[in-house]
């Protein structure tokens, strides 16, 4: 959810449609297939199936990105898993429902989409709002669940949640995009606030743009998904996840934001001294479960210090390295088509190496 900004406004829109403007179409210069497939009656989500051989490895995204946000991350698993990415309801190309963006809900649609994938268990590793995903799965579907990867994804968004019932959604820690001219204009400033630069695709997936003067305009997701997916977040207990889990993390939690909240006089100040007196609880309440965590026998649990939310766009090389490690002592022997394949069948195996298209 969060970004290293700490002043960004939300920006909300006025209207919206039940499904997002424009389609994305399957364009066979990609680095993987792109489709459409049903979670539940009447929700479609966007799949990228970046191919590869071996056990399923599902990355998924950070609220208010796609999944397009792994178009180079994923690449670096296809020697070793068959890897796909999901783009959750109300954002880029998913359907934009008007509802059912809280965890559970939300947890639900992966499951359906791996259904309708033929994936019948998979790795799962989760960016920021992700993570709860991940937990609720592993807590209420652990049969699914080969091992976890949590990348920034452990932050008590839960309490936060608790924390703004009855309040208005103050300001979020989003990048400010308004009047930048151009899609150069919002990469750059993306990759100043984020420490690295996003995929391109990410960028045109994620956003939208004039089309006459390609100055950017909005976010491409439903108007109500950020608030509702903030609000819906569900306190759950990450030290009962048994693992395998890996989580890397920057270490900064919500706290700093909090703090922020507390000091601008923007906001009135009954929002200001709700938030000192949350204060105390939330900074107390991150350092005992990083602590739960680091000692959790199930759980490698890492602090990358100073890496920011986006850990694998600063620091990709440790992230890759970690991420590889791990999943080679949790995979599942892959067998060949024809055989029982735990968590993959044959008919989703991806396409091959002389298949694939040249990378952008």
């Not at 499904?19 to 680095?31: A, F, I, Q, Y």
């Not at 590793?125 to 669940?145: I, Q």
């Not at 839960?158 to 019932?165: H, P, R, T, V």
């Not at 009954?270 to 759980?299: C, M, N, V």
Request: proline share 7%; aromatic share 8%; net charge negative.
């Amino acid at each position: 959810m969060r970004t290293t900004l700490l002043g960004a406004a939300l920006v909300l829109l006025a209207a919206c449609d039940s499904s997002p403007p424009g389609p994305t179409p399957d364009d066979p210069s990609s680095l993987h297939r792109v489709s459409r497939v049903e979670a539940v009656p009447g929700v479609e989500l966007e799949v990228l199936d970046f191919g590869g051989e071996g056990p399923a490895l599902v990355f998924l995204a950070g609220m208010g990105s796609t999944a397009h946000i792994y178009d180079d991350l994923a690449l670096e698993f296809r020697d070793t898993h068959h890897v796909y990415a999901l783009t959750r309801r109300g954002y880029g190309a998913s359907a934009w429902p008007d509802t059912g963006y809280d965890t559970a809900t939300l947890a639900m649609d992966v499951l359906g989409a791996l259904d309708a994938l033929g994936v019948s268990k998979a790795s799962f590793a989760g960016h920021s709002l992700a993570g709860d995903e991940l937990t609720w799965l592993a807590l209420h579907h652990p049969e699914r669940v080969e091992a976890l990867v949590y990348l920034d994804a452990t932050d008590s968004r839960g309490e936060i949640a608790a924390f703004l019932e009855g309040a208005p959604l103050p300001p979020l820690p989003f990048s400010v995009l308004d009047g930048l001219p151009s899609r150069q204009a919002v990469a750059e400033q993306l990759a100043r606030d984020l420490g690295g630069g996003l995929p391109a695709h990410e960028v045109e997936q994620a956003y939208e743009f004039d089309a006459a003067t390609g100055a950017y305009l909005r976010e491409r997701r439903h108007p109500g998904a950020t608030e509702q997916s903030v609000r819906g977040a569900a306190i759950m207990d990450l030290t009962k996840v048994r693992g395998p889990v890996l989580s890397l993390s920057d270490g900064q939690g919500f706290t700093a934001w909090v703090e922020a909240l507390a000091a601008a006089e923007a906001l009135p100040l009954e929002f200001r001294e709700k938030a000192r007196d949350f204060l105390p609880y939330i900074r107390q309440h991150e350092t005992d479960l990083a602590a739960a965590l680091r000692s959790h026998p199930g759980w490698t649990h890492l602090e990358l210090e100073g890496a920011g939310h986006y850990i694998w766009l600063t620091n990709r090389a440790e992230v890759v390295a970690r991420m590889r490690g791990f999943l080679a002592t949790t995979a599942t022997p892959w067998r060949l088509p024809g055989q029982d394949t735990p968590g993959q069948t044959g008919a989703h195996r991806g396409f091959s190496s002389a298949a694939r298209s040249t990378p952008r």
